[in-house]
């Protein structure tokens, strides 16, 4: 089991920038697969970026060119850079961590918020 804290959240203007990070309770290198992931209301939880133990990332294509995901092995720590926020960016955004050992483990944060508004 992963433990998970999030943080980062709040309210910014349109345009705007915010960093988001999640804490691990285990070295992240020891997870194949950490990513972020965000739901609006009404709608699904949906794929913003991932990074693997490598370093190897993907972006879903409305945040490429804007948001930048990254870690730091020694904290335990992954961040999401947030760059021209639009108000359509506005969700709980999650932390999530996937291992693969005996079987697959998957474990989330509590989600932070963050608002996109005027």
């Known amino acids: 089991q992963v433990q998970l804290v999030e943080s980062g959240g709040g309210l910014v203007q349109p345009g705007g920038s915010l960093r988001l990070s999640c804490a691990a309770s285990?070295?992240?290198?020891?997870?194949?697969?950490m990513g972020w992931y965000r739901q609006a209301p009404g709608k699904q939880r949906e794929l913003v970026a991932t990074?693997?133990?490598?370093?190897?990332?993907d972006y879903a294509d409305f945040v490429k060119g804007r948001f930048t995901i990254s870690r730091d092995n020694a904290k335990n720590t992954v961040y999401l850079q947030m760059n021209s926020l639009k108000p359509e960016d506005s969700a709980v955004y999650y932390c999530?961590?996937?291992?693969?050992?005996?079987?697959?483990?998957?474990?989330w944060g509590q989600g932070t918020q963050v608002t996109v508004s005027s």
């Open positions: 999530n961590a996937e291992r693969y050992r005996h079987y697959k483990e998957e474990d």
């Open positions: 990074i693997t133990n490598i370093g190897r990332t």
């Open positions: 285990v070295s992240i290198f020891s997870i194949n697969i």
